[in-house]
Antibody, heavy 122, light 107 residues
Framework: QVQLVESGGGVVQPGGSLRLSCAAS????????MHWVRQAPGKGLEWVAF????????YYADSVKGRFTISRDNSKNTLYLQMNSLRAEDTAVYYC???????????????WGQGTLVTVSS | DIQMTQSPSSVSASVGDRVTITCRAS??????LAWYQQKPGKAPKLLIY???SLQSGVPSRFSGSGSGTDFTLTISSLQPEDFATYYC?????????FGQGTKVEIK
């Protein structure tokens, strides 16, 4: 069955860096676009970033552009989110999510990880 | 960026009630809208994609409609397991954006 398992969350000081990982299994990882979505404590969902199946295109929310980098290693079935210059407002649970379809990102995300908590605090 | 506005922000309802949640996009998004259900401490679950297509395994009491800028999610007969927060998301263009959520509470 499809599994997405995030790791790498923790407590980091403002201005610091963290790299999140999302290990995928149960599907052909190299065929699907992947997203990162976050949720601040007690708040709604915020889309963060997307990478196409082959890494050829990447998109970011304005709130993280220039600070976060999404990447993937299809040989390791793993998605990454490199987060630099972290701010208090980046504190959130970060989810990775899989596109439902291989050829388009229009059809929503059908599988999500359990999330990993990132806390930015001094 | 496309802004997604949901209403209401919360609704109190009883088991068996019909519940309707609306989502409005700041510009046309064709039918590229998804609805998710989220329970506390859990990841979101895809309910509806392409505005009106029911995700596999989702009960038929959930339905979606709309196109362009105005969309609705309807729960025809609310069940105890449906008390949760619901989000719409536009998948038409990047950055993909979510509505602010609608919490369905027990009356």
């Amino acid at each position: 069955q499809v599994q997405l398992v995030e790791s790498g969350g923790g407590v980091v000081q403002p201005g610091g860096s963290l790299r999140l990982s999302c290990a995928a299994s149960g599907f052909t990882f190299s065929s699907y676009g992947m997203h990162w979505v976050r949720q601040a404590p007690g708040k709604g969902l915020e889309w963060v970033a997307f990478i196409r199946y082959d890494g050829s295109n990447k998109y970011y929310a304005d709130s993280v552009k220039g600070r976060f980098t999404i990447s993937r290693d299809n040989s390791k079935n793993t998605l990454y989110l490199q987060m630099n210059s972290l701010r208090a407002e980046d504190t959130a649970v970060y989810y990775c999510a899989k596109d439902q379809a291989t050829v388009t990102t229009y059809l929503g995300s059908d599988y999500w990880g359990q999330g990993t908590l990132v806390t930015v605090s001094s | 960026d496309i802004q997604m506005t949901q209403s209401p922000s919360s609704v109190s309802a009883s088991v068996g009630d019909r519940v309707t949640i609306t989502c409005r996009a700041s510009q046309g998004i064709s039918s590229w809208l998804a609805w998710y259900q989220q329970k506390p401490g859990k990841a979101p679950k895809l309910l509806i994609y392409a505005a009106s297509s029911l995700q596999s395994g989702v009960p038929s009491r959930f339905s979606g409609s709309g196109s362009g800028t105005d969309f609705t999610l309807t729960i025809s007969s609310l069940q105890p397991e449906d008390f949760a927060t619901y989000y719409c998301q536009q998948a038409n263009s990047f950055p993909q954006t979510f509505g602010q959520g609608t919490k369905v509470e027990i009356k």
